[in-house]
């Protein structure tokens, strides 16, 4: 299990524990951690697990590409530490793993 | 509106149902809450079914929506594997498979989806390896029939066929889909898209048969081994899957004298014709542009749930007006739409930034109405972000290739 730090919109900060091989936002949605909606369930489809990498966390995340990167680009209030959780996968390398969740999806 | 300490109880417990149970105690509701589904497993999501799922590449607990024990954590009671037999709207309960007492509830909410529209009991005659798909248990006895070189027939040119006929190319399948409409895609999207999965589908070795009907199975001990078609046509075959469209499940709500047509009709605040039952999700035809509209979307069962909830709970006061969405991915290429196309008039095709990107605009006398993004998540997303809101580029605008819609 990895330890990864949601932090809500309205502030509250929650950490959990999620099975490697899982992405982030399984790790989000399975917790019940608000503000994660992952409509399309993980297929990068529809921006909705939209959330800020912690700086500190960037380089081992790495950045969006392609599809994910495009789809960003238009989201909501994107920010160059933007992320869509379901393409970010849980491995131990990412043990502490802090991130922020914007008020709004997609 | 339900008052803190009221049961509510929830028939159906798919995407939709979770979602209503899920977001009525996000917003604080302290009554019982009873979520009853008929399969055995928990809350799931349906999409990857006929997508990773089939693949092998996402295995059964990662389609929950959420641990089965995490239910119970929030206070919800997880009924699974018991189906509602009846709904007696005068003493408020509900007759329940397996409970010898009526279940009573102060709010009813009907979630109950929909249910893949079967071929004829006169074609399917007793041949078992012919499937209709809709549930894990489905998928699971399709996967289990999938073996490469074996002759699969897809009856229906739609999504779910085109899906299905996908992931069965990938595994080594001999695939022939055959609609009996004049084209692949008819009731869902215009010529220009039909066109592109059509080559991309031949590209991949499925074979399509358009404006063919079929006139009967012919097979031995249970086993239907040819498909004969009214054309005089017959090809050899293993296993058929049925794709032909999907039916409200609104019997029981028919049965307890609720309006029901197409779907249970419900109004914008998602409330039946009785002041105690809501619905929403696929089974649930509400207003929507000005007609009685039913979505068939993760979307609008998620979107249509929270704001069933959100209106049991006095959040909100706004009509339910959505911007529906959906996806499809088939082989390597994804497939984005945003908005309703039916009853456009007229279509613009643009070119995306990435090689393989293109977009399909459909437009009304009132101007956009949707998209079908092919490769290209940036037409999606902006037509989501226009959809929103009522001022949106005019034809004239997309059609130029020169236009960069990041000036509007």
């Known amino acids: 299990m990895v330890t990864i730090t949601y932090v809500e919109p309205d502030g509250t900060e929650r950490t959990v524990d999620v099975a490697e091989g899982r992405s982030v936002m399984e790790g989000a949605v399975s917790n019940g951690i608000r503000g994660i909606v992952a409509e399309c369930g993980g297929a990068c489809s529809c921006a909705t697990c939209h959330a800020y990498i912690n700086a500190e966390w960037l380089d081992a995340v790495g950045p969006a590409e392609g599809d994910e990167a495009d789809m960003i680009e238009f989201a909501l209030d994107p920010r160059p530490n933007s992320r869509l959780t379901c393409q970010i996968e849980v491995h131990s390398g990412l043990e502490g793993l802090r991130l922020e969740i914007p008020a709004e999806q997609a | ?408």
Request: with cysteine; aromatic share 6%.
């Open chain 2, 1 to 408: 509106m339900a008052t803190q300490a009221q049961t509510i109880v929830i028939l159906g417990a798919g995407q939709a149902g979770a979602s209503v149970a899920t977001r009525l105690r996000e917003n604080g509701h302290v009554g019982r809450i009873v979520l009853i589904g008929d399969e055995t497993d928990p809350p799931y999501q349906r999409p990857p079914l006929s997508k990773k799922y089939m693949t092998g590449e996402m295995e059964c607990e990662r389609l929950y929506l959420k641990p089965a024990e995490a239910y119970a954590a929030i206070g919800v009671e997880l009924i699974t594997g018991c189906r509602a037999l009846a709904i007696d709207r005068v003493t408020q309960q509900v007759e329940l498979t397996g409970h010898e007492v009526p279940l009573g509830y102060d709010q009813l909410v009907l979630t109950t989806g929909a249910r893949p529209r079967a071929l004829p009991e006169a074609l399917v005659n007793g041949f078992d390896n012919i499937l209709c798909f809709r549930e894990m248990a489905d998928a699971n006895r399709l996967r289990a029939l999938m073996a490469p070189g074996r002759r699969m027939l897809v009856l229906g040119g739609g999504y779910i066929g085109l899906e299905t006929a996908a992931v069965a190319r990938g595994q080594g399948l001999d695939v022939t889909i055959a609609e009996q409409g004049e084209r692949i895609l008819g009731r869902v999207a215009c010529a220009e898209t039909a066109d592109h999965f059509r080559n991309l589908h031949q590209g991949n070795g499925v074979r399509i048969l358009e404006n063919t009907r079929l006139e009967r199975f012919e097979g031995k001990d249970g086993v239907a081994e040819r498909a004969i078609f009214a054309d005089g046509r017959a090809i050899d075959i293993d296993l058929v899957v049925v794709g032909i469209g999907i039916l409200p499940n609104q019997d029981l709500a028919d049965a307890a004298g609720i309006d029901c047509d197409q779907g249970i009709l419900v109004d914008e605040m998602c409330r039946t014709s009785d002041p105690r039952i809501h619905a929403a999700g696929d089974c649930a035809r509400f207003p929507f542009q000005g007609q009685p509209t039913r979505l068939e979307s993760v979307q609008n069962a998620i979107a249509q749930a929270e704001h069933l909830a959100d209106s049991l709970t006095g959040r909100c006061v706004q009509g339910y007006a959505p911007v529906p969405w959906f996806w499809s991915d088939q082989y390597q290429c994804k497939l984005q739409i945003a908005g309703l196309s039916r009853g456009y008039t007229h279509i613009v095709q643009r070119s995306g930034g990435r090689p393989g990107a293109v977009s399909i605009w459909y437009f009304d006398d009132s101007g956009l109405i949707a998209v079908d993004a092919i490769n290209d998540a940036r037409a999606f997303m902006l037509a989501k972000r226009w959809l929103e809101q009522p001022r949106r580029p005019a034809q004239e605008m997309l059609g130029d290739p020169l236009w960069d819609p990041k000036t509007f």
